[in-house]
């Protein structure tokens, strides 16, 4: 019961946390604008973590590297802490239980950038529905630009209804099906 709670607890914390600093990541790397209160939540929720780690860890290329990097970290944490509520003898295990680990955590911050792509183009379409125009438009449209841009290059509108959305959808649940799951369930299968 109480293994169950620390798990309960640890994929929640470490889960908000890696998707904050992911829709940072994410936020920065499309030019999103910072002038709204998501993107100054969630510069407000990570500083304490990433202002440090930007000391040691620069940018480069125009990409954020200790956003991501944070994300990565928080996700091998979650995946220690998880092994270790379970009693895993993570000291004694070989390298392949490490790689699996190191693995796991990296599918971790894919699956959750698909989600965070996936539940912002969906919450994108349903404001369309009633005002496009709210506090987090810009940045929702920032952010799924990238996406949704191509898709509807594609896919022509039907009687001026956007289908981009469900498009994107399906892919991103194939891609999650396709790839994603089978690459956790390699990682898992190191244990």
């Known amino acids: 019961m109480i293994t169950n709670a620390l798990q309960f607890l640890l994929h929640t914390i470490l889960g908000l946390f890696t ?3 992911l829709l940072r990541f ?3 790397l499309t030019n999103a604008p910072f002038h709204n209160p998501v993107s100054q939540t969630i510069v407000a929720l990570t500083n304490f973590a990433v202002r440090p780690l ?6 480069w290329g125009g990409l954020d590297l200790s956003t991501l990097l944070l994300a990565y970290f928080s996700q091998i944490i979650l995946h220690l802490g998880i092994q270790l509520t379970r009693d895993f003898p993570l000291l004694v295990a070989g390298h392949p239980v490490w790689l699996g680990l190191l693995g796991l955590a990296l599918v971790g911050v894919i ?10 183009v969906i919450l994108q379409a349903i404001l369309s529905w009633f005002n496009s125009h ?3 438009s810009s940045a929702l449209s920032a952010l799924t630009r990238p996406i949704m841009r191509p898709v509807q290059n594609l896919v022509p509108r039907l009687n001026g209804v956007d289908l981009s959305p469900i498009v994107v959808f399906i892919l991103a649940e194939l891609l ?3 790839f994603v799951t089978p690459l956790e369930l390699q990682f898992l299968r190191l244990f």
């Open 19 to 21: 998707i904050a600093v």
């Open 26 to 28: 994410y936020l920065q």
């Open 54 to 59: 930007r000391r040691i860890i620069p940018s």
């Open 111 to 120: 699956k959750f950038s698909i989600y965070i792509f996936l539940y912002a």
């Open 134 to 136: 709210t506090v987090i």
């Open 176 to 178: 999650l099906i396709l």
